[in-house]
């Protein structure tokens, strides 16, 4: 009788690979076109799902409370929020989740980057050297963006900025990135750095268009004094007048994020 043969092992079914997990996308932009035109640029990519989108500050930090996405893509300007208050409710809210910032201006239409030359009347106009202001995208990097973009990028710039923020590693464009590296590095523009906390008090209520009289009376000080801190102020900054103190105080903010 012929022995029956031992039943040859079959290989054992490779399990089916686990598809590779997608980056989850919530969108933030108030303007429905250019909401949509994100989104549908997003999904082009294969590693992409949009998990959502929204059109103001509190309904993204509600919807990253509840479906965590990895990356906001978010207007820096919302119509309920201003970009930073934005960013740190989503924080709150969903900790794991990194921000990228969109800015509403290209690098070319920006006013700070690009501040006019003359007035309407053709007299020339005070001109801010960029370098000495701090725009849109460099405040929301200050509030916790990890990824600050411009509506002028190209799509691929877009892509690479969203998985990197995705892997929890910061991608800035070029003007943000070359400002963020100098304030780290001290090179702070006409000496602001030498500012005291007194002058930085006295500068941001020359901002507010308070006299000299009535910034006395806010920090108990003598209108002498007063004037002396101005004149500080005018040396330090490399500034001719209480006008251009103001101005520049209003286009740097992060100086007093000095103050303590």
């Not at 590779?20 to 949509?36: E, N, S, Y």
């Not at 090179?187 to 500068?203: H, M, P, Q, T």
């Not at 507010?208 to 102020?233: Q, W, Y």
Request: hydrophobic content about 40%; glycine content about 8%; overall charge positive.
């Amino acid at each position: 009788m012929k022995t029956r043969g031992a039943r040859r092992s079959r290989p054992a079914t490779s399990r089916r690979q686990a598809k590779p997990r997608k980056i989850r996308i919530l969108v933030a932009d108030d303007q429905t076109i250019d909401r949509c035109a994100l989104v549908s640029l997003l999904k082009s990519q294969r590693d992409f799902e949009i998990v959502g989108e929204c059109a103001t500050g509190h309904d993204a930090a509600s919807r990253c409370e509840r479906l965590r996405p990895e990356v906001v893509l978010m207007s820096i300007r919302l119509p309920d929020l201003d970009g930073v208050s934005a960013i740190a409710l989503i924080r709150k809210a969903s900790p794991s989740t990194h921000v990228v910032a969109l800015a509403e201006r290209s690098a070319g239409n920006c006013l700070i980057l690009n501040p006019p030359r003359r007035s309407s009347t053709g007299l020339p106009m005070s001109r801010p050297d960029a370098a000495m202001c701090t725009d849109c995208l460099q405040l929301a990097v200050a509030g916790g963006a990890l990824g600050a973009l411009r509506r002028d990028a190209e799509a691929d710039e877009l892509f690479r900025a969203v998985r990197s923020v995705a892997q929890g590693n910061a991608w800035y464009e070029p003007n943000t990135a070359s400002a963020i590296l100098k304030r780290a590095m001290g090179a702070a523009s006409n000496g602001a750095k030498a500012l005291s906390v007194r002058e930085l008090d006295v500068a941001g209520l020359i901002a507010d268009g308070r006299s000299n009289k009535e910034i006395g009376s806010a920090l108990g000080i003598s209108e002498p004094t007063v004037k002396k801190h101005v004149g500080h102020l005018l040396s330090k900054l490399g500034l001719q007048d209480r006008l251009q103190v103001g101005m520049y105080i209003v286009r740097n903010p992060l100086l007093f994020d000095r103050k303590v």
